[in-house]
């Protein structure tokens, strides 16, 4: 029997094995601590060493001296609740994690559990759209400490199912905090639970995929953890929910607020010079204000929104809004109505699920990330430049760049893990990145896109 240690020797190091498995380093540092490796790495392990099944197989699963704890017990245990938890997430693998509930009571908040790198910006990350169906674990310690406000808002209400966070909410300190973030959650009725060893879990979701979990902070401080385990193991994921319906507008409305900028507030834009009509599948308020902030007077429509509806409008271009959930179900209604527009040669841009629904409206397929890209430090190069921008994102599918058709072109990939963050057309004027060039939270390098769909609009006229 092989030991860990000396099959990472076999594999050429620590660096060697990581790039053989696909992974990072730490995550080959993390099979030493644990005396581990997952099974799902022993075929390039087995490819790289030449080593039998047998010999990972028989290798320790655990140290030695390992004893089961509350996080980490057999589903079949008997658990003891540590003192002072009054919440718990529990993972699709049995596995619990304890720590002290805020925000809103629940006994059973079920979702994707996901990670956020962003060290601003919570406020706007709870209230991105684009995380309905899932429970936000943040990597940053401090979350809480600006308190909210009625201006950083980019939708009316929370879509998340819930956040997770190292350390308890403090008094807020900003000048700008017009409540608790606690009393804001409690407001719209979103969980929270605090003390929960966030880089590990971070860990997990990076080395293993995102799980489901859910959140329970029962008001009466009693847990069903048997139906809480089943729960989480009998979510179905997001693979194949269609989540635009539960967080579009209702009916359409108009939209000409711009950016804000200290001290006058959110401008007005009261000048236009084109005419965009807005997909909302999830839209974040800071994209419309950055539309409108270029040039435009925006008109939003439902994701339902037949080709018919949308050009009822006569627009000079059709932008295609971030959102949550699987691309290929929204696009069971999204695509047909996509294509049409794009047969009357409308200039088009999406961004975040509408560049996949506009990836999927050529003619090509999308794919569920095993880990997604969520923050504000997501690096992204764009192939006809050089140039690498630092962007803010948040998707867990992408399109699959190897089926894009004749005449698109992949225009910018990711520096993390080389998948698709955006596409191009020759022939029809149309362009989506997969990030968020609006940020709200993070860096303004792509804020140059809306200015490049107005040229494209303002081309279309010529």
């Known amino acids: 029997m092989r030991t860990v240690e000396e099959i990472i020797a076999l594999m050429g190091g620590l660096e060697s094995a ?56 057999p589903a079949g245990s008997e658990i003891q609740i540590p003192e002072g938890a009054t919440a718990c997430l529990v993972l699709g693998d049995g596995s619990i994690l304890w720590g002290r509930g805020f925000g809103a009571n629940t006994t059973t908040s079920v979702g994707e559990v996901c990670f956020n790198t962003g060290l601003t910006g919570y406020q706007e990350t709870l209230t ?25 808002l980019e939708a009316a209400s929370p879509a998340c199912r819930g956040l997770v966070v190292k350390q308890d909410v403090t008094e807020p300190g ?19 639970i605090a003390g929960v060893d966030t880089r590990a879990l971070t860990a997990r979701i990076r080395d293993g995929g995102a799980p ?12 069903n953890l048997p139906a809480l385990r089943a729960q989480a193991a009998a979510w179905p994921g997001l693979e194949g929910m269609d989540l635009a319906k539960e967080v579009t507008c209702r009916q359409s409305y108009n939209w000409d607020e711009a950016e804000w900028s200290w001290p006058e507030g959110f401008a007005r834009q009261t000048a236009p010079k084109f005419k965009v009509v807005a997909v909302d599948y999830g839209a974040k308020r800071n994209i419309l204000r950055c539309l409108a902030a270029a040039g435009c007077a925006v008109t939003v429509v439902p994701a339902t929104a037949t080709a018919e509806e949308i050009l009822r409008h006569n627009p000079d271009g059709v932008f295609l809004s971030n959102g949550p959930g699987d691309p290929a179900a929204t696009g069971v209604y999204a695509v047909p109505a996509i294509q049409a527009v794009l047969e009357k040669r409308v200039p088009v841009f999406g961004i975040c699920l509408g560049h996949q629904l506009l990836g999927l409206a050529l003619g090509a397929t999308t794919y569920k990330l095993e880990r997604g890209h969520r923050g504000a430090n997501q690096p992204v190069k764009d192939l006809a430049t050089g140039k690498v921008e630092i962007t803010s994102q948040n998707h867990g599918f992408a399109v699959n760049a190897e089926t894009l058709p004749a005449g698109v072109r992949v225009s910018h990939i990711s520096l993390f893990d080389g998948s698709n963050e955006g596409l191009s057309c020759d022939n029809r004027p149309a362009f989506s990145v997969q990030y968020h060039p609006e940020a709200s939270p993070g860096p303004s390098d792509s804020h140059y896109l809306f200015h490049r769909f107005v040229e494209l609009m303002g081309k279309a006229h010529v």
């Open 174 to 192: 900003n000048w700008r905090s017009v409540q608790h973030l606690d009393a804001w959650l409690k407001s719209h009725g979103t969980p929270g």
């Open 212 to 223: 489901n979990g859910v959140l329970c902070f029962p008001v009466d401080g009693r847990f």
């Open 18 to 73: 990581a790039t053989r498995c696909g992974i990072g380093t730490e995550a080959v540092r993390k099979w030493r601590q644990t005396r581990a490796i997952p099974a799902k790495h022993w075929p390039a392990v087995i490819a790289a060493t030449g080593l039998r099944l047998d010999d990972l197989a028989a290798a320790p699963t655990a140290p030695e001296n390992a004893m089961p704890t509350p996080e980490s017990a």
């Open 128 to 152: 991105d759209p684009s995380y309905a169906g899932q429970i936000i674990t943040f990597t940053f310690p401090h979350i809480g400490n600006v308190g909210t406000n009625a201006e950083d």
